[in-house]
């Protein structure tokens, strides 16, 4: 019986322990992903700033979802705001070489830079968040290819679909 005792004291204590050590994991965890989003800081469309967006975004993907530690991270909004800014200095990159009336070359290099910024970043439902998305839908029209339109080109067509949940 006294060796019992003993043995539910000692597997107590390692439960105890390694209970410690999973909680200040998940504690470092959140920390690490607030400071990556910190860091982002100031952004510009340049390869640092996708480099430190890009960190972020690795950072949360690195958490344990059974944890649900991505609901203790509190400044997701700052990194969803440094993506749509990201996309928007995209954007005007491009704006500013149709404007200059630069070479089409330029023109489709950039928009491509700016439609691939778009599509790793956002989605369609994040078009309204994007001020100058016009100016990207404008650039694809006329120096786009026709085949594969932009989404959001028609905003006031789009009609929420209902999704029909398959059951078991």
């Known amino acids: 019986m006294k060796k019992q005792i003993v043995l539910l004291i000692v597997l107590v204590a390692i439960a105890l322990v390694i209970g410690g050590l999973a909680y200040a994991s998940a504690r470092y965890s959140v920390k690490a992903v607030t400071k990556a989003i910190d ?21 949360i993907a690195a958490l344990d979802p059974n944890l649900h530690l991505t609901d203790k991270v509190g400044n997701f909004d700052t ?12 954007i005007i990159r491009l704006y500013r070489a149709v404007r200059d009336k630069q070479g089409e070359d330029t023109i ?15 989605t369609e439902e994040d078009i309204p968040l994007v001020h100058n998305y016009k ?10 290819e026709k085949t594969d339109p932009l989404p959001g080109n028609n905003l006031r067509e789009q009609v929420p679909r209902e999704t029909e949940i398959e059951l078991c």
């Open 79 to 90: 990194l969803k705001a440094a993506k749509v800014t990201y996309v928007e200095q995209a």
């Open 135 to 144: 100016d990207l839908s404008d650039a694809r029209a006329k120096y786009g």
């Open 108 to 122: 489709k290099e950039y928009l491509a830079d700016a439609e691939e910024a778009f599509a790793h970043y956002l």
């Open 39 to 59: 860091d982002i800081g100031k952004l510009s469309y340049s390869e640092e700033s996708r480099a430190l967006i890009d960190a972020a975004d690795e950072r």
